[in-house]
């Protein structure tokens, strides 16, 4: 398994969610196979056929983030103030200007599992990351949109 980026912010979440899946969600669904076991004939009781899916899915999504995390690369975003050299970089969040509506905005750079839209964090794969990463103050980035070519001129980088 390759390098994977997170945030220690990211990092911290996967390790939140990970904890809570062994310690609350994992027992919950073991006394749901219990209490369907209790009514008998398991061949046509669709809560415990319900239950045994909740319980794949929890021990998939456990051995996934437990994956991740043994193969994630925790970079804290201030620590990388000094030797970034005002470069956009993974963890970086950037002001941009889009040059033909004036419109302001902001993202972080995140990785993959971080990413929501809603909150301005972008995944370190999604094409604005990519047309970002290594431009500086002043510079300019072209992103192939569905509608077009898309040019953001970069305001600002900060690395909180």
């Known amino acids: 398994m390759s390098m994977i980026p997170l945030t220690t912010r990211g990092a911290e979440r996967l390790k939140q969610e990970l904890q809570r899946l062994k310690s609350v969600d994992r027992h919950a669904v073991i006394q749901a196979i219990a209490e ?27 051995l996934e983030i437990e994956g991740k995390l043994a193969a994630a690369k925790v970079i804290d975003p201030a620590s990388l103030a000094d030797n ?3 470069r956009v970089v993974f963890g970086a969040t950037v002001d941009l200007e889009e040059e033909e509506s004036g419109k302001a905005l902001t993202y972080q750079i995140v ?3 971080e990413a929501d839209l809603k909150l301005s964090l972008i995944s370190i794969g999604s094409p604005i990351a990519r047309a970002l990463i ?17 040019s953001y001129e970069i305001t600002g980088v900060r690395y909180v």
């Open 36 to 62: 369907a076991r209790a009514q008998g004939d398991l061949s046509e009781n669709a809560e415990y056929e319900a239950a045994k899916d909740k319980q794949g899915f929890i021990e998939g999504r456990i």
């Open 84 to 86: 970034a050299g005002g």
């Open 111 to 113: 990785g993959e599992d």
């Open 134 to 150: 290594g431009k500086r103050v002043g510079d300019v980035a072209e992103v192939q949109a569905p509608g077009g070519v898309r």
